[in-house]
């Protein structure tokens, strides 16, 4: 081999090599972290609230929707749901932003949502992540029709039938319609903070 290639190639190849190894390492040491969006992230109630309100002339106090399934809850919760906006336009979870920014540098994590059953949704849910949320790579967003399919050590939903499929840890994020119904499976977390001590 020519000097400059000992000289030069090398050792970058070398490094190359090395730097490729540690990061491959330092990914499978790292837990896969799944969390869910409506209802963790997005605070879609909010939506469900103004939405009934605006309709109804009332906005309805929380305690009439504890325990209650959204559709049970809100009687045109189907209509909103389909409403251009209804996604793109919810709020963010207090505490969400900073504290998935942590758990993004510990955990290999992805967003998983179902995003097919509603026209807007797929395309809102992604605007609304890209604003919010900006750290986040495309490739950790994952935009499914069920999440059966899912695997991964910690999984954060606010729907069981999401968690109970699961075969990692599962935290239980407190919304309205899980009010009350533990199965004493799940580790159920009420907002972000909580998610910020168990996990960071």
């Known amino acids: ?10 050792p970058a190849k070398r490094k190359y090599n090395f730097v490729i190894l540690t990061i491959h390492i330092q990914m ?19 939506q469900f609230f103004k939405m009934d309100a605006e309709e ?6 929380l305690e009439e929707v504890l325990g209650k399934i ?5 009687k045109n919760e189907r209509a909103y749901v389909f409403r251009k906006g209804f996604f ?3 709020p963010v979870m207090e505490g969400a932003v900073e504290t998935v920014q942590l758990l993004n540098e510990k955990y290999e994590l992805f967003i998983v949502s179902a995003a097919m059953e509603f026209p807007h949704s797929l395309p809102e849910k992604l605007e609304w992540l890209t604003e919010h949320f900006p750290f986040l790579s495309w490739q950790q967003l994952v935009f499914c029709g069920s999440k059966t399919v899912i695997k991964g050590d910690i999984m954060i939903d606010d729907h069981y039938k999401n968690l109970d499929h699961f ?3 599962t ?8 009010y009350g119904h533990d199965n004493k499976i799940h580790e159920r977390v009420d907002d ?9």
């Open 88 to 90: 793109r336009e919810a």
């Open 70 to 74: 959204e559709k049970d809850a809100f």
């Open 28 to 46: 499978e040491n790292k837990k896969r972290l799944i969390v869910d969006m409506d209802g963790v992230m997005a605070d879609v109630y909010q």
């Open 167 to 169: 075969t990692g840890r």
């Open 171 to 178: 935290i239980l994020f407190t919304q309205p319609h899980n």
């Open 56 to 61: 109804f002339g009332r906005r309805k106090a």
């Open 1 to 10: 081999m020519p000097n400059w290639y000992n000289l030069f190639v090398l």
């Open 192 to 200: 972000w903070k909580e998610i910020h001590r168990i996990l960071l």
